[in-house]
């Protein structure tokens, strides 16, 4: 009991030590109209508060591999940075290059060949029930999980990788939904998405074929996310110079559907 109000009383001052800022970049180029971009940030200190801080003024260009054309991006917005004519195609090979306070970061990506969502199929139906947050709301805690098949044809020729973006109600979700055709190279797919969402939702699903080293990433994400991993790491980066997150060169096909 002494020993028990000893420790009560005891104040533990625990010095964290700052760790150093890191870039983190986000990028993409897609074979979609305007949806080729690059975020770019960096890290903060664990008693800095969200949101991480943009980068401006970087130097960015991505370099399509096959034709040696160079497209420079422009700051469009706070560390956003787009050009209006970048559109990727399927089955060539780009390089992203950011200068930012001379330091050289650089990335190179495949966007693979396109596999076309052909329908979504929604399994069985949900409930209506919103729990208070109405139709799009973030706060419905008895929101169901809707199960979505996204049909589409599996190249037989080699190993596929894809990514799921997936937008509710006009919110794009930060869930990572990945696949890759270990268990159905050359079939129709029938695996299905699991989505939180209500009846009356509307559901976007953007299919991007992906490469090999951006579905790693996604998946180390994912696996940290959902604490499967013991001790979290930052997941395997394609990007040089020790920068964090990804460049992402996907092929890019949409559809919509309603929930019942």
Same mark, same amino acid.
């Given at each position: 009991?002494?020993?028990?109000? @000893?420790?009560? +009383?005891?104040? $533990?001052?625990?010095? !964290?030590? /700052? =760790?150093?800022?890191? @870039?983190?970049? +986000?990028?993409? $180029?897609?074979?979609? !109209?305007? /949806? =080729?971009?690059?975020? @770019?940030?960096?890290?903060?200190?664990?008693?800095?508060?969200?949101?991480?801080?943009?980068?401006?003024?970087?130097?960015?260009?991505?370099?399509?591999?096959?034709?040696?054309?160079?497209?420079?991006?422009?700051?469009?917005?706070?560390?956003?940075?787009?050009?209006?004519?970048?559109?990727?195609?399927?089955e060539h090979n780009y390089i992203l290059d950011i200068i930012i306070e001379e330091e050289t970061y650089t990335a190179s990506s495949t966007i693979p060949k396109i596999v076309v969502l052909e329908s979504l199929v929604q399994i069985g139906e949900v409930s209506d029930s919103n729990g208070g947050g109405g139709p799009g709301g973030q706060n419905r805690s008895d929101r169901n999980i809707a199960e979505i098949i996204p049909v589409y044809n599996d190249p037989i020729e080699f190993t596929n990788y894809y990514q799921f973006v997936v937008t509710r109600n006009d919110t794009i979700l930060s869930n990572i939904f990945i696949q890759r055709d270990y268990a159905f190279n050359g079939l129709k797919n029938s695996k299905s998405l699991k989505i939180e969402a209500i009846k009356d939702d509307i559901l976007k699903i953007d299919m991007q074929c992906i490469d090999e080293a951006v579905y790693n990433y996604l998946l180390g994400l994912s696996k940290n996310i959902h604490q499967s991993s013991a001790t979290p790491t930052n997941p395997d980066s394609n990007i040089s110079n020790n920068a964090l997150g990804y460049f992402k060169a996907q092929t890019s096909s949409k559809k919509m559907i309603g929930i019942k």
């Amino acid at each position: 009991m002494i020993l028990g109000s @000893i420790s009560c +009383e005891s104040e $533990i001052d625990i010095d !964290i030590k /700052d =760790s150093e800022s890191q @870039i983190v970049i +986000e990028a993409n $180029i897609s074979t979609f !109209i305007d /949806d =080729s971009k690059v975020k @770019i940030s960096k890290t903060l200190n664990l008693d800095d508060g969200l949101p991480y801080p943009t980068v401006n003024d970087a130097l960015v260009t991505i370099t399509n591999n096959n034709t040696a054309e160079v497209f420079i991006l422009s700051e469009t917005e706070s560390g956003i940075y787009k050009n209006p004519y970048l559109i990727g195609v399927d089955e060539h090979n780009y390089i992203l290059d950011i200068i930012i306070e001379e330091e050289t970061y650089t990335a190179s990506s495949t966007i693979p060949k396109i596999v076309v969502l052909e329908s979504l199929v929604q399994i069985g139906e949900v409930s209506d029930s919103n729990g208070g947050g109405g139709p799009g709301g973030q706060n419905r805690s008895d929101r169901n999980i809707a199960e979505i098949i996204p049909v589409y044809n599996d190249p037989i020729e080699f190993t596929n990788y894809y990514q799921f973006v997936v937008t509710r109600n006009d919110t794009i979700l930060s869930n990572i939904f990945i696949q890759r055709d270990y268990a159905f190279n050359g079939l129709k797919n029938s695996k299905s998405l699991k989505i939180e969402a209500i009846k009356d939702d509307i559901l976007k699903i953007d299919m991007q074929c992906i490469d090999e080293a951006v579905y790693n990433y996604l998946l180390g994400l994912s696996k940290n996310i959902h604490q499967s991993s013991a001790t979290p790491t930052n997941p395997d980066s394609n990007i040089s110079n020790n920068a964090l997150g990804y460049f992402k060169a996907q092929t890019s096909s949409k559809k919509m559907i309603g929930i019942k």
